[in-house]
């Protein structure tokens, strides 16, 4: 069956610049790898061939190849395709900026980088993109390119942390009646 390849397994090298906690590199991994996005050691040329045909909003996260990165977030934009690297400050992610640009939001895990970019919707988010005409591009993520299905477990995750956003905003998913193992499983996943 011809098909889109599988993520690869990640490059050791990649571990370097995670300050030594592999446990945490496995665990950002495991939820990469459940979330269907991720496609691993592609590499740029073969995301750009994979996004192209596909409308502006599109996008994967692959493995960087600057070995002081562990991950790049590749997207379709109106103008072509843009590759952003995922930088670690500490064991909190976050996109690059432009210099001078404010501190972009950081999370514990990549999936909630991503999460939290789709959940802007079309109109973006603050502009991490490189500045066309001095305007600055807004971050609109719409659509996964997926290399797999994600597990149920990885759906109804996601559903869950979805409805507790789109609630009155008084909700949080820490006040969640249900055992807290499964909250923190939400919560640090």
Known sequence: MNGPPGPAPPNSYHYK????DFERVETVLERL?????????????EAK???SPHPPGAFLVRDSSDHRHLFTLSLRTGTGITNLRI?????AFHLETLPGAPP??????????VEHYLAQGRHGGPCYLEAQGGAPVP??????LRCKVPSLQ??????????????????DLEGLPVPRALRNSLLHS
């Not at 610049?17 to 030594?20: H, I, M, N, R």
């Not at 790898?33 to 040329?45: D, H, K, N, R």
């Open 49 to 51: 061939r994979l996004l």
């Open 154 to 171: 990885e759906l109804c995750r996601r559903a869950v942390r979805a409805s507790v956003r789109a609630g009155s905003g008084e909700h």
């Open 33 to 45: 790898e459940a979330s269907g996005f991720y496609w691993g050691s592609l590499s740029g040329t």
């Open 139 to 144: 971050l609109a993520l719409a659509r996964p």
């Open 17 to 20: 610049s995670f300050c030594g």
């Open 87 to 91: 930088q670690q400050r500490g064991t």
């Open 104 to 113: 972009p939001p950081a999370f514990a895990c990549v999936v909630q980088l």
